[in-house]
């Protein structure tokens, strides 16, 4: 499943074309400072790369490239609930066909935005009426917006996550600072626990941090770098890695794939944000490389 090498059928300017595999069409940039991939199904970014780096978001090499199916990998878009809060599983963002919204460009990268608004398939599913659009800032670091507008004649409440999951060498030789210590655990229920300062994954990992710092550093050893995942507008950071025996029981992951990835979620957790008529808010994740 080679998605960076489709042919274009539409080029919307010199750094951005549009090419469709399976019926999902897919907003590609190639410019300068970057390389990126972002599906208009979902409104989800597939991959980044930054110029003479290696890939920073990781998507699985079994991803089911759908219009029925979430996307495995990249960052899905979960709202307008996280988890397991209503049904489906982390809301229907993921899982609807987004639109194109603005799109420009200069020497320093390519800003992208994409709109989804209410329709009566979402009424179906979540009552309430809405516009959201996502802005992907992309260059030698990537800045993910995501704006969630009332446009209801009440007040409503949402969550929700920007699921990013992160392309690292080696699970075994990765930690993770700035998460903050406590945090509730998934792996055992919902179970309330105070961890270290740093964190090295060596099994199942589904934690909802409750005290993030600003900064989460992933320290990818093997290729010296660290990947900086600036949140802001969240409660919580998701931490997640499935480990060998969920991999082996998930379709759309290959048996080994907990070795090479580790989510990083940009979360808006528990009882969520309360928007009044023709208000906003953004939730937002800024995601960088630094030199080991």
């Known amino acids: 499943m080679d998605l960076r090498n489709l042919p274009t059928i539409n080029a919307l300017s010199d750094a951005i074309t549009v090419c469709e595999y399976n019926g999902v069409?897919?907003?590609?940039?190639?410019?300068?400072?970057?390389?990126?991939g972002i599906s208009l199904h979902g409104g989800h970014l597939i991959w980044f790369k930054p110029a003479?780096?290696?890939?920073?978001?990781?998507?699985?090499?079994?991803?089911?490239?759908?219009?029925?199916?979430?996307?495995?990998?990249?960052?899905?878009?979960?709202?307008p609930w996280f988890g397991k809060a209503g049904n489906p599983s982390h809301g229907f963002a993921r899982n609807s066909q987004w639109s194109i919204k603005e799109h420009r460009e200069n020497d320093n990268g390519v800003i992208l935005a994409l709109n989804l608004q209410?329709?009566?398939?979402?009424?179906?599913?979540?009552?309430?009426?809405?516009?959201?659009?996502?802005?992907?800032?992309?260059?030698?670091?990537?800045?993910?917006?995501?704006?969630?507008?009332?446009?209801?004649e009440h007040a409503w409440s949402f969550g929700g996550a920007l699921h990013t999951y992160f392309d690292i060498?080696?699970?075994?030789?990765?930690?993770?600072?700035?998460?903050?210590?406590?945090?509730?655990?998934?792996?055992?229920?919902?179970?309330?626990a105070e961890g270290d300062d740093t964190l090295t994954i060596a099994q199942e990992v589904d934690r909802v941090y409750t005290a993030p710092?600003?900064?989460?550093?992933?320290?990818?050893?093997?290729r010296q770098r660290q990947i900086l995942v600036e949140n802001q507008g969240h409660n919580a950071a998701v931490i997640w890695n499935p480990w060998q025996d969920l991999c082996e029981s998930m379709a759309d992951m290959a048996n080994n794939s907990?070795?090479?990835?580790?989510?990083?979620?940009?979360?808006?957790?528990g009882e969520g944000v309360t928007l009044a008529p023709q208000?906003?808010?953004?939730?937002?994740t800024v995601i960088r490389l630094t030199d080991a």
């Open 118 to 152: 209410d329709s009566e398939t979402t009424h179906a599913i979540w009552p309430h009426k809405f516009d959201l659009t996502i802005t992907f800032e992309l260059g030698e670091m990537l800045k993910v917006n995501l704006t969630s507008t009332n446009t209801d």
């Open 169 to 192: 060498a080696d699970i075994h030789q990765t930690h993770l600072t700035g998460m903050g210590q406590p945090y509730i655990d998934g792996v055992l229920g919902g179970v309330k």
């Open 213 to 222: 710092e600003a900064t989460i550093a992933i320290h990818d050893t093997p």
């Open 52 to 79: 003479n780096q290696d890939d920073v978001i990781w998507l699985s090499e079994e991803a089911i490239i759908d219009p029925a199916k979430a996307i495995r990998g990249g960052i899905p878009v979960c709202w």
């Open 25 to 36: 069409k897919i907003i590609r940039v190639l410019h300068q400072t970057a390389e990126a």
């Open 279 to 284: 208000e906003s808010h953004t939730l937002t």
């Open 258 to 269: 907990f070795e090479t990835m580790v989510c990083v979620e940009s979360t808006i957790h």
